[in-house]
Nanobody
Framework: EVQLVESGGGLVQAGGSLRLSCVAS????????IGWFRQAPGKEREEVSC????????YYADSVKGRFTISSDNAKNTVYLQMNNLKPEDTAVYYCAADRTIASMIVDYRYIEVWGQGTLVTVSS
């Protein structure tokens, strides 16, 4: 069974940090890109950051560059999202997703077939 399981969300004050984890199973991890997306109440889902498990290439949305860092531990089939200097506007449900390439993930997230269940991040001001 193809599965992505996120963890690490929670409540944090502005300026604080959280680390999200996404554990993958049921597919060949090294052949895929893993991405983090988020969806705030009343807003459309948006990409946050992606990493290619094959070659380590990364992508960041402009809104998180310099604050968030994505990394991959291929031995553990796990992708991490280290989030520093969090802002209230980062509040959202964060989802991880898997697709063949970073480009395919960010062109249109609606075509991504593999998603985790989401983890809530709340940043208080």
């Amino acid at each position: 069974e193809v599965q992505l399981v996120e963890s690490g969300g929670g409540l944090v004050q502005a300026g604080g940090s959280l680390r999200l984890s996404c554990v993958a199973s049921g597919f060949t991890f090294d052949d895929y890109a893993i991405g983090w997306f988020r969806q705030a109440p009343g807003k459309e889902r948006e990409e946050v950051s992606c990493i290619s498990s094959r070659n380590g290439i990364t992508y960041y949305a402009d809104s998180v560059k310099g604050r968030f860092t994505i990394s991959s531990d291929n031995a553990k089939n796990t992708v991490y999202l280290q989030m520093n200097n969090l802002k209230p506007e980062d509040t959202a449900v964060y989802y991880c997703a898997a697709d063949r390439t970073i480009a395919s993930m960010i062109v249109d997230y609606r075509y991504i077939e593999v998603w985790g269940q989401g983890t809530l991040v709340t940043v208080s001001s």
